[in-house]
């Protein structure tokens, strides 16, 4: 993946990177999140950690590490979301857990990006009560990396669970979002938006779709290419950079592929494994075979960035491995060298003062921001 912030010229963050870590939010505990963290600090010698949980348990784990030490300060946090709590519960009783401690800790300047395995909802609510959303954006995004055939190796999609509703002016605002995070991110001069639907002419999809397909539209020129509606086999295309959907939709299409994915390796190890000529034929493709696997590890792109805050948030997969969070780390490090909240709202901010902001071009279209 291009490092977040090549291809632009915003300066980026000096000095190391402070990544704020709910250690206990995962289904396995905080042990393959500190596996995570010792992964990503052989990767990044410069970036330091603040790790919020048990303060017993996480100065063990740690200390069987020697790459962390020194580059961990602990945060004690007796409580933990657990994945089934309600976001508006953990609103209102949170504040004495590990989750509520990373978050607080990019509110209060100590760390540049928060990284979490837990509850998705309450992540976010969290995350706006804490952060706040910024300037002009009505609902926060999460957008994830999606392997395609671009040049960059990656796609940007979004919403993937954030919310499952959307209308027309959430939409354009996910273009909005979604196209900076791809020029911040990617390194892409003039990304390439499309509109998820579940055909590519005028007449098929909701009538928010293609009130949306107008205002993304008019809000592209000069910012970003518009190209109309694209189909669910178009997301890991070359025709596309950016696919904008709402959370619902995106959510379901993110862990469909996840198990394709995950499907296609046991179909090749059983083919493989089916004969004693089939076994030497995968020793013959061996380096092919491993590249090929690497490709579509769901881990290798673990991490959804939640857009549209004042400060930025990495959702991690609850289940993730140590290989799965390290990812997660690695994303959170660059983002937090790309100062991309400061540059998202700079991006917004630019396009409101050009007459391209939602509430315009929702006023124009007969809708409320």
Same mark, same amino acid.
């Given at each position: 993946?291009?490092?977040?912030?090549?291809?632009?010229?915003?300066?980026?963050?000096?000095?190391?990177?402070?990544?704020?870590?709910?250690?206990?939010?995962?289904?396995?505990?905080?042990?393959?999140?500190?596996?995570?963290?010792?992964?990503?600090?052989?990767?990044?010698?410069?970036?330091?950690?603040?790790?919020?949980?048990?303060?017993?348990?996480?100065?063990?784990?740690?200390?069987?590490?020697?790459?962390?030490?020194?580059?961990?300060?602990?945060?004690?946090?007796?409580?933990?979301?657990?994945?089934?709590?309600?976001?508006?519960?953990?609103?209102?009783?949170?504040?004495?857990?590990?989750?509520?401690?990373?978050?607080?800790? &990019?509110?209060?300047?100590?760390?540049?990006?928060?990284?979490?395995?837990?509850?998705?909802?309450?992540?976010?609510?969290?995350?706006?009560?804490?952060?706040?959303?910024?300037?002009?954006?009505?609902?926060?995004?999460?957008?994830?990396?999606?392997?395609?055939?671009?040049?960059?190796?990656?796609?940007?999609?979004?919403? &993937?669970?954030?919310?499952?509703?959307?209308?027309?002016?959430?939409?354009?605002?996910?273009?909005?979002?979604?196209?900076?995070?791809?020029?911040?991110?990617?390194?892409?001069?003039?990304?390439? &938006?499309?509109?998820?639907?579940?055909?590519?002419?005028?007449?098929?999809?909701?009538?928010?779709?293609?009130?949306?397909?107008?205002?993304?539209?008019?809000?592209?020129?000069?910012?970003?290419?518009?190209?109309?509606?694209?189909?669910?086999?178009?997301?890991?295309?070359?025709?596309?950079?950016?696919? &904008?959907?709402?959370?619902?939709?995106?959510?379901?299409?993110?862990?469909?592929?996840?198990?394709?994915?995950?499907?296609?390796?046991?179909?090749?190890?059983?083919?493989?494994?089916?004969?004693?000529?089939?076994?030497?034929?995968?020793?013959?493709?061996?380096?092919?075979?491993?590249?090929?696997?690497?490709?579509?590890?769901?881990?290798?792109?673990?991490?959804?960035?939640?857009?549209?805050?004042?400060?930025?948030?990495?959702?991690?997969?609850?289940?993730?491995?140590?290989?799965?969070?390290?990812?997660?780390?690695?994303?959170?490090?660059?983002?937090?060298?790309?100062?991309?909240?400061?540059?998202?709202?700079?991006?917004?901010?630019?396009?409101?003062?050009?007459?391209?902001?939602?509430?315009?071009?929702?006023?124009?279209?007969?809708?409320?921001?």
């Amino acid at each position: 993946m291009s490092r977040l912030g090549e291809g632009t010229t915003t300066p980026a963050q000096n000095g190391p990177v402070v990544v704020s870590v709910d250690a206990m939010g995962g289904d396995s505990g905080p042990a393959p999140v500190i596996g995570g963290l010792a992964l990503a600090a052989k990767e990044y010698p410069d970036l330091r950690f603040v790790v919020s949980g048990d303060e017993a348990e996480l100065g063990r784990l740690i200390a069987k590490r020697p790459i962390l030490k020194d580059r961990c300060t602990i945060r004690h946090a007796e409580g933990v979301v657990t994945m089934d709590a309600k976001p508006s519960q953990v609103m209102r009783h949170g504040k004495g857990t590990s989750m509520w401690a990373a978050i607080e800790a &990019v509110r209060d300047g100590e760390a540049s990006v928060c990284v979490s395995c837990g509850n998705t909802g309450a992540l976010m609510a969290l995350s706006m009560v804490r952060l706040r959303k910024l300037k002009g954006v009505n609902r926060p995004a999460i957008a994830c990396l999606w392997p395609s055939r671009n040049p960059q190796g990656f796609n940007v999609m979004l919403d &993937v669970g954030a919310d499952i509703r959307a209308d027309s002016e959430d939409l354009l605002q996910y273009a909005l979002m979604g196209a900076s995070y791809a020029r911040i991110g990617l390194g892409l001069e003039k990304p390439r &938006v499309g509109l998820l639907n579940v055909g590519t002419e005028e007449h098929k999809g909701r009538a928010e779709l293609k009130l949306a397909h107008d205002m993304i539209a008019e809000a592209s020129k000069g910012n970003f290419d518009f190209t109309g509606y694209v189909e669910g086999r178009d997301i890991p295309s070359s025709d596309v950079d950016v696919i &904008v959907t709402d959370g619902f939709t995106g959510n379901i299409a993110l862990k469909t592929g996840e198990g394709i994915a995950g499907l296609i390796r046991e179909f090749l190890s059983d083919a493989f494994n089916y004969s004693i000529l089939s076994r030497f034929a995968a020793l013959l493709a061996l380096t092919s075979l491993r590249r090929l696997s690497k490709r579509i590890d769901p881990r290798r792109v673990n991490g959804g960035v939640f857009l549209g805050l004042n400060g930025t948030v990495v959702k991690s997969h609850g289940a993730a491995d140590a290989t799965g969070v390290a990812a997660a780390l690695k994303l959170a490090s660059q983002l937090g060298q790309a100062n991309l909240p400061e540059r998202l709202a700079a991006r917004l901010a630019s396009l409101d003062g050009a007459g391209h902001s939602g509430t315009k071009i929702g006023q124009r279209y007969g809708t409320q921001a």
